[in-house]
């Protein structure tokens, strides 16, 4: 399988971890360094920001509201008054969007604490300014995914490019698939699931395979849950790029707050996905060393029921398996290979069988 996150991202066999700052930054380039340090603590490889021009991406003429949602100030700033719900923000919301010197800000703060730096761009002007400014990765958003005439700009970009799979189906995906293999361009799935937070039962990873299969290629993990079960799962079945939404305190509010991870919480998913890369290892199945003192314990030899005269054929009736306590003596795998053998010497009841008792 072709290994993206190998070549492009990170090399080894750990999980590489986005921290999808996104827009939970509320605006605040205070918040957005503070959450890059917690990001970078947490273990996290990389953040992700998302990059829009407002004026290039709302036809003109078109009128935005006057965005009505509170946005905390910091981690706590939690008002008393119920939550606006999920999709009832104001899109696009200007108060959450960076200047390009703030991005290039951010850009650089990434670069002196060691940490890699990820944009979602929204229009073909962010493409332009990562392309410029020499990204590493760009990251397409789900909604986008089947905005095919926008695909085929960020692949003429030859930017190796993460995408979203959220609100697609097979068919649409080897469309976008075939643009990226037309183009040149290096790209990888995340497999996704467009609902914020999103339900444990809509999750599907079971798609992961399917992708996998599909394409030949790593498939990796955007999730948009509140527990570890859904990356868990992904790594797994072999996801190796995990994105997830992170927040200073999952109750500020923001568009997005709610659907994130806390930065604790990340911590201790990255620590898990490591460990269960871990506990996956391979598929050759053989006794292992570290099951040698259980076996030492309970493992049992071939004895004999009766006693064997020398020239007897061994026959099941004449042997049984004990624990015996030594640590010679046939083990109970070898009993095809005794039954039949024929004995050299006079073997009493209850003799723990070897192979020098044989002719």
């Given amino acids: ?14 999980p590489y971890f986005i921290a999808e700052i996104g827009i939970n930054h509320n605006g605040s380039m205070d918040m957005a360094k503070r959450m890059i340090d917690a990001s970078k603590n947490a273990g996290a490889d990389a953040v992700k920001f998302q990059k829009r021009d407002i004026g290039l991406l709302v036809l003109p003429g078109v009128t935005i ?10 981690e706590n700033d939690i008002p008393s008054e119920k939550a606006k719900a999920f999709g009832t923000w ?7 969007e960076l200047t390009d010197d703030q991005f ?45 005439q926008f695909c085929e700009y960020i692949a003429s970009k030859g930017i190796p490019t993460i995408i979203s799979t959220g609100m697609t189906g097979y068919s649409e995906l080897q469309v976008t698939w075939d643009i990226f293999a037309k183009a ?10 467009s609902a914020y937070p999103s339900p444990i039962e809509d999750k599907h990873l079971s798609c992961i395979p399917v992708l996998q299969s599909m394409f030949g290629h790593d498939v990796g993990f955007s999730g948009h849950g509140t527990t570890v079960v859904g990356t868990l799962g992904a790594v797994a079945l072999g996801a190796r790029v995990v994105e997830k939404h992170v927040s200073l305190n999952r109750k500020m509010r ?13 911590q201790e998913l990255i620590s898990l996905s490591r460990d269960m890369v871990k506990a996956m290892g391979h598929s050759r199945k053989r006794f292992l ?8 314990v309970l493992s049992k030899r071939i004895v004999t029921k009766v006693a064997v005269g020398a020239g007897d054929q061994i026959t099941p009736e004449m042997i049984f398996t004990s624990v015996t306590k030594e640590s010679g003596g046939l083990l109970p795998d070898r009993f095809y290979e005794i039954v039949g053998m024929t004995t050299g010497l006079d073997l009493p009841v209850h003799h723990v069988l070897e192979l020098s008792d044989f002719e």
Avoid: Q
Avoid at 1 to 14: C, N
């Fill in 254 to 266: 923001g568009p997005d707050h709610a659907a994130s991870l806390e930065f604790d919480e990340l």
């Fill in 104 to 148: 290039l800000e951010l850009w650089e703060y990434c670069r002196s604490k060691g940490i890699d730096f990820i944009v979602s761009p929204w229009e073909t002007a962010s493409v332009d300014f990562l392309k410029d400014n020499g990204a590493k990765v760009i990251k397409l958003a789900s909604i986008d995914t089947t905005n095919y």
């Fill in 65 to 74: 509201p006057t965005p009505t949602g509170y946005l905390s100030k910091d």
């Fill in 289 to 296: 060393p570290s099951e040698k003192v259980l076996h030492g």
């Fill in 90 to 96: 104001t899109y696009p919301d200007a108060r959450l």
């Fill in 184 to 193: 040149g361009c290096p790209m990888m799935f995340l497999h996704c699931t």
């Fill in 1 to 14: 399988m072709h290994g993206f996150k190998e070549k492009y991202l990170k090399e080894g066999s750990e």
